[in-house]
């Protein structure tokens, strides 16, 4: 597999996104660059998205809630995944375009919470087998 170039997209860049980026970190290894942001970033990473990852041993808090602008510079991307921001994200140089329907899990308890967050690992490992 040649290096892929991932961005995931949400609203805040403090839930969805940043756990996305995490699992292709986790799963794609040396092979994947992974970044992501928000269209309209809260500025921090939600303390339950830290602790649902640190769960998996992953320390999710070394990450920081970007915008779209501090994240163009990286572009192309082989693909751009955008969850939920709608009409809200705007057009980035990629390959492909992937919209996830992924509740925002922010103001859920713990388990609804892990239940996303494993929604989200599920569908980061198929976009990696179908990216090969």
């Known amino acids: 597999m040649t290096m892929k170039k991932l961005l995931f997209v949400c609203i805040e860049n403090s839930n969805r996104s940043q756990m996305?980026?995490?699992?292709?970190?986790?799963?794609?290894?040396?092979?994947?660059?992974?970044?992501?942001a928000?269209?309209?970033?809260?500025?921090?990473?939600?303390?339950?998205?830290?602790?649902?990852?640190?769960?998996?041993?992953?320390?999710?808090?070394?990450?920081?809630?970007?915008?779209?602008?501090?994240?163009?510079?990286?572009?192309?991307?082989?693909?751009?995944?955008?969850?939920?921001?709608?009409?809200?994200?705007?057009?980035?140089?990629?390959?492909?375009f992937i919209d996830w329907q992924i509740p925002d899990p922010k103001n859920m308890e713990p388990a609804q919470f892990n239940e996303v967050r494993d929604l989200i690992a599920g569908k980061v490992k198929q976009l990696l087998s179908d990216l090969q």
Request: include cysteine; hydrophobic fraction near 40%.
């Open 38 to 96: 928000g269209s309209k970033p809260s500025g921090i990473v939600n303390p339950k998205a830290i602790a649902a990852m640190r769960e998996l041993g992953y320390d999710l808090s070394r990450h920081d809630s970007k915008s779209l602008d501090e994240v163009k510079q990286f572009a192309p991307f082989d693909a751009v995944v955008t969850m939920g921001c709608g009409d809200a994200c705007p057009w980035m140089p990629a390959k492909q």
């Open 20 to 36: 996305s980026q995490a699992f292709a970190t986790i799963f794609g290894g040396k092979d994947v660059q992974a970044f992501s």
